[in-house]
């Protein structure tokens, strides 16, 4: 009985598939005739192009603005580093070194552990 059913559902699917496709698609909606005119508007103002002053002042502000950022930035992780290297300096326990070691620092500025 089951087979039988998913049969004839296999077989009405299959029929509505081909019917549909087989279908003339409904036609298109047709332009109606123009409606009457109306008032016309007033004429916009003419555009004015930019001046090639103005916009080299505002790429010159952001080229300083973003040098600031990267400044800021740089002057942090220097900071960073300094806080960091102050603080292992105070505690050699909490250097990152394991026991018997202690931070060395080459000519280069690399830190390092080295056996005590």
């Known amino acids: 009985m089951k087979m039988k059913t998913s049969f004839l559902m296999g077989a009405f699917s299959l029929a509505l598939f081909i019917g549909g496709c087989t279908a003339t698609p409904a036609a298109a909606p047709v332009a109606g005739p123009a409606g009457p005119a109306g008032p016309q508007g007033d004429p916009g103002a ?3 192009t930019g001046s090639p002053g103005r916009d080299a002042d505002r790429r010159r502000e952001d080229d300083q603005k973003r040098a600031q950022d990267d400044k800021r930035t740089e002057e942090r992780k220097q900071a960073e580093h ?3 290297t102050d603080a292992r300096a105070r505690d050699s326990h909490d250097t990152g070194c394991p026991m018997g070691e202690h ?11 080295v056996k005590d």
């Open 46 to 48: 003419t555009g004015t």
């Open 103 to 113: 931070v060395y620092t080459n000519a280069e500025g690399k830190m390092s552990c």
């Open 82 to 84: 300094e806080r960091i």
